[in-house]
C-alpha cells in the first residue's frame, strides 16, 4: 500500500509558464513533507520542505503548499525553466517516529524551450 | 549540506558475488541511511546506520544480504551479497542535514547483475 502517491508519471509545461507537481499521502501521522530534485546519474537534491503546522513555505521559484485535511501537497514552480526537468519526488515524515522518509514514486518534469 | 561521495559510482557483477558500496561524508554525521532505487521505481529504505550500534533493517531487507559496517561518524558501507539480476539498482546513502530533518544524498552506485 503506497503510503506517498504522486498520481501523474510525467509532465510538460512549456518556458516561463507554472509546473504544478501534486502529491498525495495516506497517513495522518506525517508531519514533515519535503520534495527532492533527481536528475539522471545524480542523487536526489533537496528543494524545500513544509512543516504540518503550515500551509505554505515559499523559497525563490519554488513554493510548496499543503493542505492536512486532503493530505495532499503540491510544489509549485513559477516560472519554469528547461533546467526544472527532472524526477521530482515527494517524501514524508513522522518525526516522533524517527528520520524514517516514505517517498512518492516520482513524476517526471519536461519542460519544453 | 554535507558533501557526500560513495564509490564505486557504477559495477556491473556477476550473478552469485557480492559487492561494498563505500560512503563517506565530509562532517561528523550520526545517522547515516541506506536506500535503493529499482528501475523505474521510487526510492526505498534499506537500513539506518548509527555508529557504534548495529543497523537497523526495514521490512523485507535482512542483515545477510545487506551487510552494513559503521566504523565511524564519517564512513559507512553497505555490501550486496550474492547478487541476483533483481538486485540491479542504483544504491544510495544519505545524511540528516543540520536541521535535523532534512536528508542529503550522495550521487549514488549504478549496480548491474549479469
Known amino acids: 500500500d503506497q503510503q506517498v502517491k504522486q498520481n501523474s508519471p510525467s509532465l510538460s509545461v512549456q518556458e516561463g509558464r507554472i509546473s504544478i507537481l501534486n502529491c498525495d499521502y495516506t497517513?495522518?501521522?506525517?508531519?514533515?513533507f519535503l520534495w527532492y530534485k533527481k536528475y539522471p546519474a545524480e542523487g536526489p537534491t533537496f528543494l524545500i520542505s513544509?512543516?504540518?503546522?503550515?500551509d505554505k513555505n515559499e523559497d525563490g521559484r519554488f513554493t510548496v503548499f499543503l493542505n492536512k485535511s486532503a493530505k495532499h501537497l503540491s510544489l509549485h514552480i513559477v516560472p519554469s525553466q528547461p533546467g526544472d526537468s527532472a524526477v521530482y519526488f515527494c517524501?514524508?515524515?513522522?518525526?516522533?517516529?524517527?528520520?524514517?522518509?516514505?517517498f512518492g514514486p516520482g513524476t517526471r518534469l519536461s519542460v519544453l524551450p | 549540506s554535507a558533501v557526500i561521495s560513495q564509490k564505486p559510482s557504477r559495477d556491473i557483477c556477476q550473478r552469485g558475488t557480492s559487492l561494498t558500496i563505500q560512503c563517506q561524508v565530509d562532517?561528523?554525521?550520526?545517522?547515516m541511511f541506506w536506500y535503493r532505487q529499482q528501475p523505474g521505481q521510487s526510492l526505498t529504505l534499506i537500513a539506518t546506520?548509527?555508529?557504534?550500534?548495529?543497523?537497523?533493517?526495514e521490512s523485507g531487507f535482512v542483515i545477510d544480504k545487506f551487510p552494513i559496517s559503521r566504523p565511524n561518524l564519517t564512513f559507512s558501507t553497505l555490501t550486496v551479497s550474492n547478487m541476483s539480476p533483481e538486485d540491479s539498482s542504483i544504491y544510495l546513502c544519505?545524511?540528516?542535514?543540520?536541521?535535523?530533518?532534512?536528508?542529503?544524498f550522495g550521487p549514488g552506485t549504478r549496480l548491474t547483475v549479469t
Open positions: 517524501a514524508a515524515s513522522a518525526r516522533n517516529y524517527g528520520q524514517n522518509f516514505v
Open positions: 562532517s561528523q554525521v550520526t545517522m
Open positions: 546506520a548509527n555508529q557504534g550500534s548495529e543497523a537497523t533493517y
Open positions: 497517513n495522518s501521522m506525517f508531519d514533515y
Open positions: 544519505s545524511v540528516v542535514g543540520p536541521e535535523g530533518y532534512e536528508q542529503y
Open positions: 513544509i512543516s504540518s503546522i503550515k
